[in-house]
């Protein structure tokens, strides 16, 4: 971003042009640092000296980098080769790709108000550890499936994905605010919803990344066929360069090794998820605990 200034006028001398630079920097330096101060308000880090809130943010935090590029890559899996083999046009696969990923969305909607009913009876460790171990395996399922799948085993996977990420996110995000007094869980909240809308961040990012790792590795070189090349052909050959089946059939196999990559990164890191949900131990609510702590201080004191 850059701010206009007088010293970006042609008729400023050398000196005025020092002058403005010099004020904006500074303008710009206290505006960082008020926003700094800012940020380190609103970021409680002692929170994270209580386990359950660090292991529940962790969590969090990882298993959102491991749900996020992962849709955005079905999409494109859907989009780009699945639907048009399958005489979807182009012009329509937005809407069927969408309509295609729905067992994903069912899932979650099932098992995520049922997993935060039991979590509050039982805890948050053991859904939200097998929500996450559950993904994990859907992942690692994933990786099986070729490029032109069969859409049933597709739609059974999406929906044991979809149950699994509904497992994790109640219970979580339950454990994160039963771990931190009353007082202190709207900030608690904000910090989960920020590492959490991160991991979206930096899961678009690291995705396709590691997918066009993978299409580098393995993809045609003389796939690209510029306008000339086109017109040069045929009208037949051209009209089948540029169909549903040309293009599609020539990527499922890259796009497949691009894809084994990602859903092995995917898995992993829920297992790590599954790890650091495991590691908030057992079932934690901050005012029990600070009620046992004073009881057990006032049995000590009259025994004394």
């Known amino acids: 971003m850059r701010v206009a200034t007088p010293g970006d006028r042609p008729d400023t001398t050398q000196g005025d042009r020092y002058r403005w630079t010099a004020l904006t920097n500074t303008t710009f330096g206290i505006l960082m640092a008020t926003i700094n ?9 002692d929170l994270f000296r209580t386990r359950a809130f660090a292991a529940g943010n962790l969590a969090g935090l990882l298993s959102s980098i491991a749900r996020g590029g992962l849709q955005f890559m079905m999409i494109i899996w859907l989009q780009g080769i699945w639907l048009p083999l399958h005489g ?46 559950l993904a994990a395996g859907s992942f690692g399922l994933m990786e099986l499936l070729p490029a032109d799948f069969s859409y049933p085993v597709f739609a059974l996977l999406l929906l044991v994905n979809g149950i699994g990420s509904g497992l994790f996110t109640a219970p979580n995000a339950a454990g994160i605010m039963n771990a931190v007094p009353a007082a202190e869980r709207g900030v608690a909240s904000g910090m989960g919803a920020t590492f959490q809308n991160s991991g979206f961040v930096l899961s678009i990012g690291l995705f396709f990344s590691l997918m066009i790792a993978g299409l580098a590795g393995s993809l045609p070189q003389t796939m690209l066929l510029g306008p000339q090349v086109l017109g040069s052909l045929p009208p037949g050959k051209a009209a089948f360069l540029t169909g549903q089946s ?14 084994r990559i990602v859903f092995t990164v995917a898995a992993a890191l829920c297992v790590i998820a599954a790890l650091a949900s495991w590691m908030r131990g057992g079932r934690y609510v901050h005012a029990e605990q600070e009620d046992a702590t004073m009881l057990s201080e006032a049995e000590e004191s009259m025994s004394a």
């Open 246 to 259: 040309y293009f599609p059939g020539l990527i499922s196999g890259p796009f497949g090794h691009g894809l």
């Open 88 to 133: 979807y046009s182009f012009e329509s696969t937005p809407l069927w790709a969408g309509i295609y990923l729905l067992p994903l969305t069912v899932g979650f909607l099932v098992a995520g108000p049922v997993s935060g009913w039991l979590s509050d009876r039982f805890g948050a460790r053991p859904f939200a550890t097998g929500g996450m171990l």
């Open 37 to 45: 101060s800012s940020i380190v308000a609103m970021f409680h880090l």
